[in-house]
């Protein structure tokens, strides 16, 4: 079981927007920043936000990333069939003195 | 642009060693944290080892401690995973990733380790 919880897949038409939660606790998303990564199938994990919203260069800004306590969320706008991707969150869990990711989420493009 | 390419993955029996070996270029490596990070599909990812800029604090989840080891060469630009006592539950493929803002910023390809008899 994943120390940060989200859901196992959402799915939207193209164009539509999704959001992508993750929960976690005080040790972790509560006082630690969150982080966003998208896994398309057969590529490494690559960074979409860092620091709870913000974006590396060359990401879209159909992409952000926002916080509140022990949660976080990820949302994607206008969405694309290239965009049909696993998605992990992640953040330093101070108790457990461990970086932890998130179960991870199935994004399809209806 | 930067670049991390890891190498070393191997079939390797239960119990066996194995060192994985991370070759960075396009940043200047002894200035970041670098991490190893392994993924499978049952656990998904799981951060397994960080380093700082020189090599003197390192840190690892539990399931490693006392059979894994995380190094570094500044002048080799490499990042290093020497891996002891291998089980059948370190299958997966390896990741190298370089730490910046709180976050692996960038990854490598990734290697693949299989502990099997």
């Known amino acids: 079981q994943s120390v940060l919880t989200q859901p196992p897949s959402v799915s939207a038409a193209p164009g539509q927007k999704v959001a992508i939660s993750c929960s976690g606790s005080s040790s972790n998303i509560g006082s630690n920043y969150v982080s966003w990564y998208q896994q398309l199938p057969g590529t490494a994990p690559k960074l979409l936000i860092y620091?709870?919203?913000n974006r590396p260069s060359g990401i879209p800004d159909r992409f952000s990333g926002s916080k509140s306590g022990t949660s976080a969320t990820l949302g994607i706008t206008g969405l694309q069939t290239g965009d049909e991707a696993d998605y992990y969150c992640?953040?330093?869990?101070?108790?457990?003195?461990?970086?932890?990711f998130g179960s991870g989420t199935k994004v399809t493009v209806l | 642009d930067v670049q991390l390419v890891e190498s070393g993955g191997d079939l390797v029996q239960p119990g066996g060693s194995l060192r994985l070996s991370c070759a960075a270029s396009g940043f200047i490596f002894s200035a970041h944290w670098m991490n190893w990070v392994r993924q499978t599909p049952v656990k998904g990812l799981e951060w397994v080892a960080n380093i700082n800029e020189d090599g003197s604090d390192e840190n690892y989840v539990d399931s490693v401690k006392g059979r894994f080891t995380i190094s570094r060469d500044n002048a080799k630009n490499s990042l290093y995973l020497e891996m002891n006592s291998l089980r059948a539950e370190d299958t997966a493929v390896y990741f190298c990733?370089?730490?910046?803002?709180?976050?692996?910023?960038?990854w490598g390809q990734g290697t693949l380790v299989t502990v099997s008899s």
């Open positions: 990733a370089r730490d910046q803002f709180h976050s692996s910023y960038e």
């Open positions: 620091e709870n919203n």
């Open positions: 992640g953040a330093t869990d101070s108790s457990l003195s461990v970086f932890v």
